[in-house]
């Protein structure tokens, strides 16, 4: 199956600081990005939808100023946290689909963040 | 909205038996349906994906099924072994998204 490699796969950072999760599809195009985060023992939640060439589009209830999205190719989006707090302290996952949405999707290995 | 739910919540069973875990979803407009195994503090591997144009996927002793117009999923696993103690996750495809359903955490006692 295809490749979609995310980086960094842990990171712990100092409270105000931002810090930048990358997602990469390696082997195909990807117009069409997720980003996911999970509390733990809980389900995996939609944060926003990142569409290459595009702005995101935030669920309800995501900070868009705290939660930066850029698909800037067709194989990167990056989601910054900026001025992390603990609260932020979460497993983030991305996903990524090919260029049809009726085809399947493939995941990141996770990024943990923990905020000090 | 879709709403996607898993029951149970979580289970445990003794090795060597056979288990169902169920999946449902409120809105039957999806594109597919994908069975996903997490272990504690890793990532997602993908375990099956059924179109919405079939009815069943089966990879092992797995086995998957779709019913679109009810709006359930159900993932059999047969003979159950410890080492498939993990939680599991379904997820639907729609339009423009990729809804996860709640999950069940499964342990298989040895």
């Known amino acids: 199956g295809a490749v979609v490699s995310q980086h960094p796969s842990w990171v712990i950072c100092k409270s105000g600081t931002s810090v930048k999760i990358e997602c990469r599809s390696l082997?195909?195009?990807?117009?069409?990005m997720f980003w996911y985060r999970q509390f733990p023992k809980q389900s995996l939640m939609l944060m926003a939808t990142?569409?290459?060439?595009?702005?995101?589009?935030?669920e309800q209830g995501v900070e868009k100023d705290k939660f930066l999205i850029n698909h800037a190719s067709l194989t990167l989006s990056t989601l910054t946290v900026t001025s992390a707090h603990p609260e932020d302290s979460s497993f983030y996952i991305c996903?990524?689909?090919?260029?049809?949405?009726?085809?399947?999707?493939?995941f990141g290995q996770g990024t943990r963040l923990t905020v000090v | 909205k879709q709403e996607v739910t898993q029951i149970p919540a979580a289970l445990s069973v003794p090795e060597g038996e056979n288990l169902v875990l169920n999946c449902s979803f409120t809105?039957?407009?999806?594109?597919?349906l994908q069975w996903f195994r997490q272990d504690p503090g890793k990532g997602l591997t993908s375990l099956l994906l059924?179109?919405?144009?079939?009815r069943e996927q089966t990879s092992g002793r797995l086995n998957a099924s779709l019913d679109k117009s009810s709006g359930r999923s159900t993932l059999y696993i047969a003979a159950s072994q410890p080492g498939d103690s993990a939680t599991y996750l379904c997820a639907v495809s729609g339009t423009y998204k990729y809804i996860f359903g709640t999950g069940t955490r499964l342990k298989v006692l040895a």
């Open positions: 082997d195909f195009q990807a117009t069409t």
């Open positions: 990142s569409n290459e060439g595009s702005k995101a589009t935030y």
């Open positions: 059924i179109q919405s144009s079939q």
């Open positions: 996903s990524a689909t090919p260029r049809s949405m009726n085809t399947e999707a493939f």
């Open positions: 809105d039957s407009a999806i594109y597919n």
